[in-house]
């Protein structure tokens, strides 16, 4: 799996600022700080931290209420102490940073970069951590919707290595490319493809993810039905078992209504029985593979079939089915409201490319 590259660590160009007690340290009530016990998940994070090109950075408010913010005292009488335990216990490191103003017993900290410990942890040793991920999106006519949607994805950057966010205005006859083209002045990950002309939701999908040179794909639909940040914190203690594995997520929806779970069924039965195998879900979002898990994303459909194909590619491999909460569009109409024959006509070429990948 590639790994990113550790500079010299003082010099890394980004950092994790850690605290130490009541992080790195296990916090229990009367235990001098000295004797505080190590909490080995966040230690055995730090040391993955640093791995992955990360410089680490301990910074705590230790001593800030008890020697009333005096630092000349707190780095002559804590600091040592702090310094002899992160040695003690062998926590990777690069500075000690005394000072941290102390919020009290009942504050918080606020900081837009600020990562809870499971977050962390999840981020450098869990299935994905030190390896980049492209998220893909097509646009098409969802200007209400494209500030939500990033927003939603930038969430995922607490869990993952998001190397870019490549979004496709898919032919959009609204302000969507305007905006999406917005967002990339501001935000330097983000990467649009413009298409003129609408062909399909397939096609919009495969402009992106041939631009994609992550060693994770992870495409989504733009109408923010789907939450990726909420989808992996859902599920994170069973992925955390997955470090080291290789698998594709293809999730399951939940939430649907119950009319189009049926048509659903009976589209997958069907579908079953020309194709020649058991299929699954294969529509729901976020999907998730390693880039190298599929070679001919140009040669599948242009529609909304291209759904399917990835599904029945992926299946080689391990595939995980978790389930997803489905959410109703943030904003807008679909352009499948009301469109029963529509509806109907897709079934059918669902069909039909099912009876065409039959036996491969």
């Not at 579908?271 to 001919?296: C, T, Y």
Request: net charge positive.
């Amino acid at each position: 799996m590639a790994k990113t590259p550790k500079p010299d660590a003082m010099s890394a160009p980004s950092k994790y600022i850690v605290d130490l007690d009541g992080t790195l340290t296990v916090d229990k009530r009367g235990v001098e700080y000295a004797e505080k016990p190590l909490n080995t998940d966040v230690a055995k994070a730090v040391a993955a931290a640093m791995g992955q090109g990360y410089g680490v950075e301990v910074f705590t408010a230790r001593g800030m209420n008890s020697l009333k913010g005096d630092l000349a005292k707190i780095e002559a009488q804590t600091k040592p102490i702090a310094s002899s335990w992160l040695k003690g216990h062998k926590v990777p490191h690069d500075k000690l940073i005394m000072g941290k103003v102390w919020c009290g017993p009942h504050g918080f900290y606020v900081d837009d970069k600020n990562l809870h410990l499971e977050e962390f942890v999840f981020r450098t040793t869990g299935p994905f951590a030190g390896q980049s991920v492209d998220i893909v999106i097509p646009f098409y006519n969802e200007e209400l919707n494209v500030e939500h949607v990033h927003g939603q994805q930038k969430r995922l950057e607490r869990l993952l290595e998001v190397r870019r966010y490549i979004y496709v205005n898919n032919g959009s006859r609204d302000a969507t490319g305007q905006k999406l083209d917005e967002l990339a002045a501001h935000d330097p990950k983000v990467q649009v493809v413009h298409i003129q002309a609408n062909k399909g939701y397939g096609f919009g999908l495969k402009s992106g993810i041939l631009a994609a040179q992550a060693d994770w794909v992870m495409t989504n639909h733009a109408d923010g039905q789907f939450d990726g940040y909420t989808f992996l914190m859902t599920h994170m203690l069973h992925l955390q078992g997955l470090a080291g594995r290789v698998f594709s997520i293809l999730p399951r929806r939940l939430n649907r209504p119950q009319n189009w779970v049926v048509r659903s069924l009976v589209l997958r039965l069907l579908a079953s029985a020309l194709v020649g195998r058991r299929l699954g879900e294969f529509n729901g979002q976020p999907k998730m593979w390693r880039r190298e898990a599929i070679h001919d994303v140009g040669l599948m459909p242009d529609d909304f079939c291209f759904d399917l194909a990835v599904y029945l590619a992926l299946q080689r491999g391990e595939v995980l089915d978790l389930p997803i909460l489905e959410k109703g569009r943030f904003k807008g109409t679909s352009s499948w409201a009301g469109q029963m024959r529509r509806t109907w006509r897709l079934s059918f070429r669902y069909l039909q490319f099912a009876w065409d990948m039959r036996g491969r």
